[in-house]
C-alpha cells in the first residue's frame, strides 16, 4: 500500500498541533472556510428550524442507528442473502489492503485500466485510488469537488465539500493547467467552471466499463444501496458502466426502508441545507437489460469492530457522514480539514481516526477540540462527540502510562496528586506559589511561567493568585480550621 489506513499521502506528520498551526498561518484559506461554513451554517440553521419534529427526528435516527449497531452481524447477514439474491457477488475485507486487492483483481478480471468514481469516503479511506494507480489502472473522480481535489493533486478538507478550501480563481487556475479540453478565456464564474468539468467528465462516462462507489446506506430487508448526491454525476456513474464495484463500511446498513425513510430527511437538512436530496440513487442486485450487468458489494471492516467493541466509542459508528459537526467547529473553522491527516476530519474524525487506528496512531486527534459541544447540538443522529473525545484522551494517557519513562505531564500529575493528598502539603505549596506569583504577576496577569509551565501560558494569561486562599478567609473570618 502506498500509505497507511486513514492516514493521507504527503500531509504534515507531527500529529494536530504542528499541522494546525502551519493552517492557521494560511489567511486565505482561512477566509475561504469562513465564508463556506458560516454560508451552510445559517442555511442549515434555516431549514431545520421549519421542522417542528425534527428532535423527534434525530431521536428516531440514534434509536436506529443504536439498534442496528448491537445485531450488526444479523443485518450485515441480512443484507448479504438479500444482494446475492438478487444477483450480486458480496464480498468481505479484513482492511484497506484486502479491499484494495480485491476491487483491483475485479477491474483486472474485465481487462480496463480505467474506472470512473463516485465521491467515496470509504475508497479515500482505504487509499483505492493510488492502489489502482500502482496496478496501472486510472481512477477518475466524477463529483466536482473530488474532481478539483484530484486535478491540483492536493486533498480533500471537507467531508461534503472536499475542496471547500479553494475559491474559484483557484479552482479556474486548475482548470486551466490540467484540462485539455478546457475553453480559452474560461472565467471563474461558476456555472463556465461546471461546464469545463461537465466537458472533461462526459468522454469518461461514456468510454468507462467499470464504476466504483460507496455507499450512504445499505438497506439489509432488500439489499438495496442508496448513493445520495447533489449533481447527477454518481447517477451516471452507477448506471452507465458494465460493472459496478461497491465499497460499503459493515456500519451503513439499516434493517429496512422504514429506517432509511428517516435518514433520508436527516441527511439533507443536515448536510446541504436541501429540504430533500437532488440525486438520491437506490439499486438493487442486476436488473437485465437495465444498468450495470454486474454488481460486486464489498463489506468493509478496516477497524469498524474494534470501535463497535468499545462501548463509549461505538456510537461515532452511527454518522451518516452529514457534515454538519465541521460547520459548528470553532477548531475546524480556523484549521479546515487537511490538519486532521485523516479523510474523517473536524469533530468526527477527532472522534472516528483514533477510534479505529488506535490511540497510539491519532494521539493528538482527541485534544483537537474545544469540547464547546456544538457538534453535539447540530448532530443528526445524536453522537455525544464530547463525550467519545473526553473517552478517548483517557485511553491516550493511559496508553503511555506502560513507558518506562513517564512523560512530563505525567510526572506533573503524579507530583500534584502527592501534594492535593495533604491538606499541609497543600497550603505549603500554596504559598510558595503565591511568592513566585507576586513575581511573575503583571497587573494581575502572569503572561510567562517560568520553565515547562511556559506551555500554558504560550497561548493564554494565567491569573495570578490571590492574596488569601480560601482555608485562610476561612480561618480568619471563623476561627476555625
Ligand atoms: S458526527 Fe453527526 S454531525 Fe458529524 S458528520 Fe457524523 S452525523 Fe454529521
Redesign the pocket.
Known sequence: MSRSFLGLPGRRSGGFPEAAHHALADTQLRRNLRKATTTIRTKRARVVGELADWEELREAGRAIKERTLRHLDVYLEQLESAVIERGGVVHWARDAAEACQIATDLVKAKGETEVVKVKSMATDEIGLNEFLAENGISAYETDLAELIVQLGHDKQSH?LVPAIHKNRSEIREIFIREMPSVPAGLSDDPVELAMAARQHLREKFLSAKVGISGANFAVAETGTLAVVESEGNGRMCLTLPETLISIVGIEKVVPTWNDLEVFLQLLPR??TAERMNPYTSLWSGVTPGDGPQEFHLILLDNGRTNVLKDEVSRQ?L?????????NVCPVYERTGGQAYNSVYP???GAILTPAMKGVEKAATLPYASSLCGA?YD????K?N?PEVLVHLRAEVVDSKRHRRLPTGEAAAMKAMAWVFDSPERLERAQKAARKGSGVLARDGIIGRMPGPLHVWTDTRDAPALPAETFREWWRRTRGQR
Open positions: 467531508i443536515s448536510s461515532s452511527a454518522c451518516i457522514r452529514c457534515s454538519a459537526c465541521l473536524g469533530p468526527i457538534c447540530v448532530c443528526p443522529v453522537i462527540i
